[in-house]
């Protein structure tokens, strides 16, 4: 079965950091882009990061970069995000989702993962 | 940063009615702009991209249109499983960005 799954968030405080992990099946993960896009509770769809096939390019949007690092390990289909220095505003469901070729719009997502900054 | 506007933020519609959603960027972004179903506790689902061009196993009731800075997506005929949240996105220009959403609810 073609599927992304999302593992690792929960509850963290701020200033604190948590690694998200998006593994991947049913289809030729290092042939794609990934990114992680994430949701904050009742709100709509923000873009975080992305990262090309090979690992070689990798983008952000500004408002976690420096913070947040994303990584993929193909030999294991996994795709990582390194979230240090959490905020209150970095609460939200992370989804993992694949690009399609050709353009950075998304044909797989996963169900995604809960972080939840807080004290 | 590209903005996407989409309108109206809540829709409501009786089944079998035609629905009307529009997206609007602040700047050109040729046709690089997708539409995004989702549903409640689910990851969002591609149903266009291209600005026209329906993704693998999507309806045809599901359709879309536009250039440049103005696009629509229409659904001819609700379905009882077509009441959701709709997004818009453009990847034209990094970062790629999302309109707020539109909520499609039972008149």
């Known amino acids: 079965e073609v599927q992304l799954l999302e593992s690792g968030g929960g509850l963290v405080q701020p200033g604190g950091s948590l690694r998200l992990s998006c593994t991947a099946s049913g289809f030729t993960f290092s042939n794609y882009a990934i990114s992680w896009v994430r949701q904050a509770p009742g709100k709509g769809l923000e873009w975080v990061s992305g990262?090309?096939?090979?690992?070689?390019?990798?983008y952000y949007v500004d408002s976690v970069k420096g913070r947040f690092t994303i990584s993929r390990d193909n030999s294991k289909n996994t795709l990582y995000l390194q979230m240090n220095s959490l905020r209150a505003e970095d609460t939200a469901v992370y989804y993992c989702?694949?690009?399609?070729?050709?353009?950075?719009?998304?044909?797989?997502w996963g169900r995604g993962t809960l972080v939840t900054v807080s004290s | 940063e590209i903005v996407m506007t989409q309108s109206p933020a809540t829709l409501s519609v009786s089944p079998g009615e035609r629905a009307t959603l529009s997206c609007r960027a602040s700047q050109s972004i040729s046709s690089n702009l997708a539409w995004y179903q989702q549903k409640a506790g689910q990851g969002p689902r591609l149903l266009i991209y291209g600005a026209s061009t329906g993704a693998t196993d999507i309806p045809a009731r599901f359709s879309g249109s536009g250039s440049g800075t103005e696009f629509t997506l229409t659904i001819s005929s609700l379905q009882s499983e077509d009441f959701a949240v709709y997004y818009c996105q453009q990847y034209n220009n990094w970062p790629w960005t999302f309109g707020q959403g539109t909520k499609v609810e039972i008149k």
């Open positions: 990262i090309s096939g090979s690992a070689e390019s990798t």
């Open positions: 989702a694949k690009a399609r070729k050709g353009g950075w719009y998304f044909d797989l």
